[in-house]
């Protein structure tokens, strides 16, 4: 078993679409749950991080943690065409991290 | 600050031939990464430093790669020889400890193609 499955899409969604995406991980030790956005010929940045289960909100952005479930989510409202890139999750142990193979998304006008 | 630089952007070579690429970290980061991106292993770490001392390697693919940090403004990620497999996209990442989270800054990537 893989330590991070996610989908790799692709996923395409109208503008304004409510966006799901998801990884599952079996690693107990991670500690930060994180999404990272890569835009298409750039490096990855990091979009959004937790520590803890629950639910953390920024702006159109919600990540989603169910440590019981081992079990991540990233959700995007009112989707965007420039929202459109890959994104990946990613989980720490201490300074390394372990990411998802990623999953590209496609928003269209 | 200017972020994480890498140089080249793109490179093309034959096989057999030696590359060598380039990194300069954020200022102040203690921990420098060199990542490898395939659409089929997505990214993948190949070797990892702290403080300028490798900390992991197990993900450097064979003896052909090797790394080096020479001091904490510069690293490079060497390929000899190289061979049609190693063309992928190359990113540097450098890292710090914010209590607890230590959040990766990428660098452009630098993509090899090896003919």
């Known amino acids: 078993q893989k330590e991070v499955e996610q989908d790799p899409g692709p996923l395409s969604v109208p503008e304004g679409a409510i966006v799901s995406l998801n990884c599952t991980y079996s690693n107990s030790a991670f500690q930060y749950f994180m999404w990272y956005r890569q835009y298409s010929r750039k490096g990855p940045e990091l979009l959004m991080y937790t520590y803890s289960s629950g639910n953390k909100e920024d702006g159109r952005f919600t990540a989603q943690v169910d440590k019981s479930s081992k079990y991540i989510s990233l959700f995007i409202r009112d989707s965007q065409p420039s929202d459109s890139a890959t994104y990946l999750c990613?989980?720490?142990?201490?300074?390394?991290?372990?990411f998802g193979t990623g999953t590209r998304l496609q928003v269209t006008l | 600050d200017a972020g994480v630089i890498q140089s080249p952007r793109h490179e093309v070579t034959e096989m057999g031939q030696e590359v060598t690429l380039r990194c300069k970290p954020i200022s102040g980061h203690d921990y420098l990464f060199w990542y490898r991106q395939t659409m089929m292993r997505g990214l993948e770490l190949l070797i990892y430093?702290?403080?300028?001392?490798?900390?992991?390697d197990s993900g450097m693919p064979e003896d052909r790669f090797s790394a080096k940090m020479p001091n904490a403004s510069f690293s490079t990620l060497k390929i000899q020889p190289s061979e049609p497999r190693d063309s992928a996209v190359y990113f540097c990442?450098?890292?710090?400890?914010?209590?607890?989270?230590?959040?990766?800054?990428f660098g452009p990537g630098t993509r090899l193609t090896v003919l």
């Open positions: 990613a989980f720490s142990t201490a300074s390394k991290l372990t």
């Open positions: 990442a450098s890292s710090s400890n914010r209590g607890g989270l230590y959040e990766q800054f």
């Open positions: 430093f702290n403080n300028n001392v490798p900390i992991d």
